[in-house]
Structures are given as structure tokens and as C-alpha cells.
């Protein structure tokens, strides 16, 4: 029984409640990640897993006690039972799959990048114009508990400063492929981008960065860059993403939030909360839990699954839509081309 067509049939809150069935696209971390969120919400249906990997497609379908498995996703876009799909695939077929989910009729939920380049989010955004269908972009540190609080908190923020900077990333993986994944600043870049949209809340003006392949011989993928961001409101960023080192001190990702009148910290994978108000803090605090943990939820991951259903079943726009997720990677390739030309990129 398709959601679209019975939609009248929800009884939100109710014994009755419908749960839309979904379709898992790419069984590895991720897949199973959202799997495993899925199972414990109970918010959805899993009626199918797609994977090129036969393997891990027929494990996940076991062990989540799916209807079925394939290794072709158009046999789950086919399917007039699946009302959504999940997209946890390598970064190249985002938009391959993107577009055929839309054509479909399905609802996507869509690991984050959107697409590897700014041409194929326009594609995406066109075909999604018009359907009515959800389509939402898996940037979950809008939902952490602690990024909530800051944008509560702070209305209008004077300077950002951010950073996801992690140890060297191994040559031979996925994400690194300059085809595959797009290398590390847009794998993980993409997030701090997003992240730096939705704090300073407004859109990005202007775009200016230096950098390079610094810790890789073996490409000529970008992999460590430093930009500043000025958005239409004024506000300004600043941006360190690579892959140079990572230390305990500040963690792999970190956020800075100066207000004129004192600063917001965010430390330990944004974990840790320090409030000052001049040289003092004024309040202090660390979550715990990790991203297993469905009622501290510090990931955002729960928080993030959630939007998706109400999406689908209330008919709210995405917190994150094509809109943003086609931002974060455009920021991207504004501060590539920025460290190419040498010159300060206006966005559109």
C-alpha cells in the first residue's frame, strides 16, 4: 500500500500510526547505521536492502529482517510498496541515484555530499521541483543537541570559527578517491560548510581560500584548506578543513561562536559546551553517550531520522533540502576554485 497514495490513512500518535516502508541503498557504516536508528524509532518499515555487494546486502537484510535483497537498486525504485528510500552509497552515485529515486516517486533521505559537483545539485533540485516528494540531506550536526542549543541561543552571531580537521586520511580509501568520494574536504568539508550556514543564518556572499594538496603525493585532489566566509547578513567565518592532524585539545571538529560581548565553545566532536561572557564562563557542561544512545542522541542521528518521517508523513520541508545540501558542496568548490585562481568566489 504506497504512502503516496494513502496518505489520508496516517493516524499520526495514534495505535494506528502508519509507518512509510523504506528501502536501504548502500549496506556498509552508514546503512547499517540508519538501520539500526530505524529499528530502535520504529518509525519505519525496512521492507528491502540494494547493494552492489551481494554479501552485505543479504546480511543487512537478515539481520534487520527485511522482505528482500538486491544488488540493483532500480528493483527497489520499482517496488510500488517502498515509499523512501535511504541513500548511503560512495558519493559518485548520489546522483545517479538521486535523480532515479525522484523519477520514481520516492522520498529520498540522502547521505551527505548531495553530489560531488555544484552542476549535478542544480540537476537534482530541478527534478525535485514540482513532485512533492521530501528530499533531505543526511548534515546531522544541525540535530545535535549541543548546535541546537547555540542556534537558540545566539540569533545573530559577529565571527565563526570551525574546523574539521582529522588525522591523514590512507591513500587507498573510498572517500579519498578524487572519483569515488571527492577527497576529505568535501567528504567531511561539506558538514562544517552547512554547519556554518545554518549558525550564522543567512546565506554565503563571499568565499576565499588557501591551501592545496599538502599532505598527499600521490593526487592532486585538494586536501587541507583554510577559508573565510562572509554571508549576506555580515557575518564572518572562518574555516580550517583537512586532514593535517587531530588533537584532544579542540577534537576533530570544533566551533567557536563570538557574539560581541563573549563566546560560545564547542570541543570534543561538539560535545563539550563552554558558555563565557568575557574572560568568564558562565556555564559548562559535556554530553555523554555515544551515537548508540537514543535519549541523549548526541550525534544527532535519532534527532535527524525523525525530521525524515515528519517530512514524509506531516508534509514539513527538510531542516537540510536540496537547497542546503547543494550550498554546502557549491561553498566547497567555491573555496577549491578560490585556491586556484587566487581570488575571492561570489556565490550565487
Given at each position: 500500500?504506497?504512502?503516496?497514495?494513502?496518505?489520508?490513512?496516517?493516524?499520526?500518535?495514534?495505535?494506528?500510526?502508519?509507518?512509510?516502508?523504506?528501502?536501504?541503498?548502500?549496506?556498509?557504516?552508514?546503512?547499517?547505521?540508519?538501520?539500526?536508528?530505524?529499528?530502535?524509532?520504529?518509525?519505519?518499515?525496512?521492507?528491502?536492502?540494494?547493494?552492489?555487494?551481494?554479501?552485505?546486502?543479504?546480511?543487512?537484510?537478515?539481520?534487520?529482517?527485511?522482505?528482500?535483497?538486491?544488488?540493483?537498486?532500480?528493483?527497489?525504485?520499482?517496488?510500488?510498496?517502498?515509499?523512501?528510500?535511504?541513500?548511503?552509497?560512495?558519493?559518485?552515485?548520489?546522483?545517479?541515484?538521486?535523480?532515479?529515486?525522484?523519477?520514481?516517486?520516492?522520498?529520498?533521505?540522502?547521505?551527505?555530499?548531495?553530489?560531488?559537483?555544484?552542476?549535478?545539485?542544480?540537476?537534482?533540485?530541478?527534478?525535485?521541483?514540482?513532485?512533492?516528494?521530501?528530499?533531505?540531506?543526511?548534515?546531522?550536526?544541525?540535530?545535535?543537541?549541543?548546535?541546537?542549543?547555540?542556534?537558540?541561543?545566539?540569533?545573530?552571531?559577529?565571527?565563526?570559527?570551525?574546523?574539521?580537521?582529522?588525522?591523514?586520511?590512507?591513500?587507498?580509501?573510498?572517500?579519498?578517491?578524487?572519483?569515488?568520494?571527492?577527497?576529505?574536504?568535501?567528504?567531511?568539508?561539506?558538514?562544517?560548510?552547512?554547519?556554518?550556514?545554518?549558525?550564522?543564518?543567512?546565506?554565503?556572499?563571499?568565499?576565499?581560500?588557501?591551501?592545496?594538496?599538502?599532505?598527499?603525493?600521490?593526487?592532486?585532489?585538494?586536501?587541507?584548506?583554510?577559508?573565510?566566509?562572509?554571508?549576506k547578513n555580515r557575518v564572518i567565518a572562518s574555516v580550517a578543513i583537512g586532514d593535517a592532524g587531530c588533537n584532544k585539545f579542540t577534537s576533530k571538529t570544533m566551533l567557536q561562536v563570538f557574539t560581541g560581548?563573549?563566546?560560545?565553545?564547542?570541543?570534543?566532536?561538539?560535545?563539550?559546551?563552554?558558555?563565557?561572557?568575557?574572560?568568564?564562563?558562565?556555564?559548562?557542561?559535556?554530553?555523554?553517550?555515544?551515537?548508540?544512545?537514543?535519549?541523549?542522541?548526541?550525534?544527532?542521528?535519532?534527532?535527524?531520522?525523525?525530521?525524515?518521517?515528519?517530512?514524509?508523513?506531516?508534509?514539513?520541508?527538510?531542516?537540510v533540502g536540496v537547497v542546503e545540501g547543494s550550498n554546502a558542496v557549491k561553498m566547497v568548490h567555491a573555496a577549491f576554485e578560490s585556491i586556484r585562481t587566487g581570488c575571492v568566489q561570489k556565490m550565487g
Amino acid at each position: 500500500m504506497s504512502l503516496q497514495n494513502n496518505i489520508e490513512k496516517l493516524i499520526v500518535g495514534g495505535a494506528d500510526v502508519y509507518k512509510p516502508k523504506v528501502a536501504i541503498i548502500g549496506c556498509g557504516n552508514f546503512g547499517r547505521l540508519h538501520s539500526n536508528t530505524i529499528k530502535k524509532l520504529d518509525n519505519f518499515e525496512i521492507l528491502a536492502y540494494a547493494d552492489i555487494n551481494r554479501d552485505a546486502a543479504e546480511y543487512c537484510c537478515k539481520q534487520y529482517s527485511a522482505k528482500y535483497y538486491c544488488e540493483d537498486y532500480r528493483r527497489v525504485l520499482d517496488d510500488k510498496d517502498i515509499d523512501a528510500v535511504f541513500v548511503c552509497t560512495t558519493h559518485d552515485s548520489h546522483y545517479t541515484i538521486g535523480i532515479d529515486a525522484i523519477a520514481a516517486g520516492k522520498h529520498v533521505f540522502m547521505e551527505k555530499p548531495l553530489a560531488l559537483t555544484p552542476a549535478h545539485c542544480d540537476s537534482i533540485k530541478k527534478a525535485i521541483e514540482g513532485t512533492g516528494l521530501k528530499f533531505m540531506v543526511g548534515h546531522k550536526m544541525r540535530f545535535q543537541p549541543n548546535i541546537k542549543k547555540v542556534k537558540a541561543e545566539v540569533k545573530r552571531p559577529m565571527i565563526i570559527v570551525a574546523q574539521m580537521m582529522d588525522n591523514r586520511w590512507p591513500d587507498n580509501i573510498w572517500p579519498q578517491d578524487p572519483v569515488k568520494g571527492g577527497g576529505n574536504v568535501l567528504s567531511q568539508g561539506c558538514h562544517i560548510f552547512d554547519l556554518i550556514t545554518y549558525i550564522a543564518g543567512d546565506w554565503p556572499d563571499t568565499v576565499y581560500a588557501e591551501g592545496g594538496t599538502l599532505n598527499h603525493s600521490n593526487t592532486t585532489i585538494i586536501d587541507n584548506i583554510v577559508a573565510t566566509v562572509r554571508f549576506k547578513n555580515r557575518v564572518i567565518a572562518s574555516v580550517a578543513i583537512g586532514d593535517a592532524g587531530c588533537n584532544k585539545f579542540t577534537s576533530k571538529t570544533m566551533l567557536q561562536v563570538f557574539t560581541g560581548n563573549g563566546c560560545i565553545n564547542l570541543s570534543n566532536a561538539l560535545h563539550k559546551y563552554s558558555r563565557y561572557e568575557g574572560q568568564d564562563v558562565v556555564e559548562e557542561f559535556e554530553l555523554t553517550g555515544d551515537y548508540t544512545d537514543m535519549t541523549a542522541d548526541p550525534q544527532g542521528f535519532y534527532a535527524e531520522v525523525k525530521e525524515f518521517y515528519q517530512c514524509i508523513v506531516d508534509g514539513k520541508e527538510p531542516l537540510v533540502g536540496v537547497v542546503e545540501g547543494s550550498n554546502a558542496v557549491k561553498m566547497v568548490h567555491a573555496a577549491f576554485e578560490s585556491i586556484r585562481t587566487g581570488c575571492v568566489q561570489k556565490m550565487g
